[in-house]
């Protein structure tokens, strides 16, 4: 188990290296360069090597990328000349508006679709199973945006139930009836298309599990249906969906970033549009560190959940 | 199975006697006629899956029904997509200035003459109406349907070609090569995909459709390339490469010979069900403005016009752009499955 955790975390440890290496020469090395996309298409040459020089970045490409990582573990991620702030204090405003809407999409996803998952994988090829095959095909096969839209469509604009909007105020608010009914609209929106993935995962998991050799085993033993079902082999099937929670966060990063666009909810996706229209790199280079870095941390504790819950994965491994 | 009574013939005819050799002799004899028998059985029994497993998969497919509608409809899009431009030209960017927001079905009568006779039928200019620009909307969709289309096909191609490559290699080599190409697929998963491609189009300015296939196939080959070093680690200990091995083959003549060909169902099932994936991704990419640069429409681009349209009141145009990516991606998805079925008949 210790060396597995060891060989685990050194893997993360590359892979962490390896995003900020990548990212890091995608935002120097683009056609144009920091200095112009600051300074503007009017700038001298002269005031580009000037602002070069000043931000060290006439130095050679590797020595850039030290200086960059030494400011990155002392937990500077660089500064927006744009929104004249620091990346780090616009995180710590923005990050955690994305976690929250996050955080409770994806509980809700999670609480709508095992139980589907379930009902289909015991329903198998019946009309309940395949009308919700149909119905999450369907969810599967829309952009999320246009899930997006259609809400605001029906619930703000047609029945005028719920503000077509993100909550704009701090998260101190947030608790607010007002501010609250707007959170409804993003997070159905972000929770439908989850939905539609798990309960897909969820139905197979369960259909693979029920045909293991230990639910015949509960069987003979004299466990009644439900029993076998709610004690064995969902406790089976869930494994998997933890380990597809880990891998999807960057999946769920990207929808993150067009429900926030589409809602104007003012958190990390928000932010990160903003800079990608007004090129500002520093903010770019933040936002998708943070992310990588999450899904990364993510990854290693599904793997570490998984190697507690099933000793096979220790030793296969 | 049939030596071993054979072998306690053998005995029982050493303990007999000359006699009971002969005898033993005749006895084996027959035993041999009934193994004969048997391996003719098993031979008959075997005879079906001479049609081959792609053969048998075609079949199986077209015995299923939602996935070969799926895929007449799919051709009808593909088909509609490739010829019908080709014949409205420049339609798609011309501005009908006196027709602006257009709703779509309105008919009104014109009279044909045909033959000496005239007649006065339904028309209509623009079938599915025009939009702000009064540019015709039938034909952008269309044309727009070129752009989703090629980038889902163009930018899967170039997942099965980095994707297969490197998970090939990564599997049939293992060791370091395994270690760094897995690191580095790790990297690439954790990179968030459209927080990247938004970086590097905005970085580029203008998109192509060159750049846009490029940036998605670099980024998203890695589902391909782990299903397949799966395959070749599988395949690589299975007997009929050792086997291989053991007559002297090459690494080349295993991997393209022996192991690809094996290797393809799943990856098939992935690539078909990752088509759609890009296509919706290309539409994502539209609706936040960093797909094809107007006046070339494309799904996600006739999308993007969303916030005018709502307010407005005016739902249609973005309807039908919303209609044909939801049909496309679920024909895929649907055709992928039966591919699946078709493919692998234990996963059903």
Known sequence: ?317 | MADQPLKRIAQTGSLLGAAGVAQAMAAEEALRHEGAAEDLVVAEVAEPSEIGFWKLAVIRFLHHRTATVSLGILLFIIVTAMILPTFQGDLFRLQDYTHPYGSPFEFHSRTVSLAGASFSIPWTDHLLGTDALGRDEMARLVRGARVSLTVGLLAMLGYIIIGGILGALAGYYGGWIDNALMRLTDVIIAMPFILVVVAVTAAFGGVSLTVLVLVIAGLGWFEIGRLMRAQFLVLRESEFVQAARALGASDARIIFRHIVPNSLAPIIVSATLGVSGIILLEAALGFLGYSVPPPEPSWGNLLSQYEEEIQLGKLWPLAFPAIALVTTALCINLIGDGIRDALDPRQR
Do not use: C
């Open chain 1, 1 to 317: 188990m210790t060396g597995f955790l060891v060989r685990r975390l050194g893997q993360s440890v590359i892979v962490v290296v390896g995003v900020t290496i990548i990212t890091f020469l995608l935002t120097r090395l683009l056609p144009g360069g920091v200095a112009r996309a600051i300074l503007g298409s009017r700038a001298s040459p002269v005031e580009i090597a000037q602002f070069n020089h000043d931000n060290g970045l006439d130095l050679a490409i590797w020595q850039q990328y030290l200086v960059y990582i030494n400011q990155l573990v002392h937990g500077n991620l660089g500064f927006s000349y744009r929104l004249n702030e620091s990346v780090a204090g616009l995180l710590s405003d923005h990050l955690p508006k994305t976690i929250i809407l996050l955080g409770i999409s994806t509980l809700v996803a999670l609480a709508i679709a095992v139980p589907l998952g379930v009902m289909q994988a015991v329903r198998r090829n019946k009309i309940e199973d395949y009308s919700l095959t149909t119905l999450t095909f369907v969810l599967y096969s829309m952009p999320p945006f246009w899930i997006a839209l259609i809400l605001i469509k029906w619930f703000a604009i047609n029945l005028n139930m719920l503000p077509p909007q993100g909550p704009q105020g701090p998260i101190s608010t947030y608790l607010d009836p007002v501010e609250a009914s707007a959170l409804v609209l993003p997070v159905m929106a972000l929770a439908l298309v989850t939905i539609a993935l798990f309960s897909r995962y969820m139905r197979s998991s369960m259909l693979d599990n029920l045909v293991q050799d230990y639910v015949r085993t509960a069987r003979a033993k004299g466990v009644s249906t439900a029993g076998v079902l709610y004690k064995h082999v969902l406790r089976n099937a869930l494994i998997p969906i933890v380990t597809l929670l880990g891998l999807s966060l960057p999946g769920i990063f990207g929808g993150a970033l067009i429900t926030e666009a589409v809602f104007n909810y003012p958190g990390m996706g928000l932010l990160f549009w903003d800079s990608a229209q007004t090129r500002d790199y520093p903010v770019l280079l933040g936002v998708t560190i943070v992310v990588a870095l999450a899904t990364v941390v993510g990854n290693l504790l599904a793997d570490f959940f998984y190697a507690v819950v099933d000793p096979r994965v220790r030793i296969t491994e």
